[in-house]
């Protein structure tokens, strides 16, 4: 038998589906990249305003990840009084600035943290995700997050991961936890 030699390949990953933990798994891979060395973007395409745990905690990772919000806050729901145009304008924007990133080739890793959200509410096309997907380069490892992964990422991704939720706190009337859910 033949020992395989470790091919270094960028590999385009998806996390998706209803259960919780989409982003804490591209943030897990995020820290070990950087126990590498590796450069890390991390582009988050619907949280806006509000202020999550992994804001700060990422600033600690500084300067080897940088953050970057691009979207307008979440669509539709709660405190959102901006209008579609609106977020879709910030996508577009976001969109070219992830295009940017992702060939600057300063990155190993790139994570599009709820791209996948963004393409759902028609935020972003798939021209724009398929834009983005054939960017990377050949070593640049792309993590695209977020519920209801279209075929366009699907098809393209060296592995997918659903997160199924088979129990959530929520449903035993538990609100979101400060250092677990934000």
């Given amino acids: ?17 209803n259960g919780k933990g989409k982003t804490t798994a591209a943030l897990g ?26 804001l700060k905690g990422i600033k600690r990772l500084a300067p080897d990840v940088e ?5 307008e806050g979440f669509v539709g729901i709660i405190d ?4 579609f145009e609106e977020h879709r304008t910030a996508a577009r924007t976001g969109v070219q600035f992830a295009l940017e990133q992702i060939k600057s080739g300063k990155y190993q890793l790139v994570i599009l943290d709820e791209l996948n959200v963004a393409m ?3 935020l972003v096309t798939d021209e724009e995700a398929r834009a983005l997907i054939e960017a990377r380069g050949k ?30 706190p929520y449903q035993k009337g538990i609100l979101a936890q400060k250092g677990i859910d934000w």
Avoid: P
């Fill in 67 to 71: 953050l970057h919000t691009v979207g």
């Fill in 139 to 168: 070593k640049q490892h792309l993590v695209i997050t977020g519920r209801n992964a279209s075929d366009v990422v699907l098809e393209r991704a060296d592995l997918i991961t659903e997160m199924l939720e088979t129990r959530h």
């Fill in 80 to 83: 959102d009084e901006k209008s």
């Fill in 1 to 17: 038998m033949t020992e395989k030699k470790a091919e270094s390949k960028g590999l385009l990953i998806v996390y998706t589906g």
């Fill in 120 to 122: 759902d509410l028609g």
């Fill in 29 to 54: 891979m995020c820290i070990r990249a950087v126990g590498y060395d590796w450069k890390v973007c991390i582009i988050q395409f619907v949280k806006g305003s509000w202020k999550y745990g992994e």
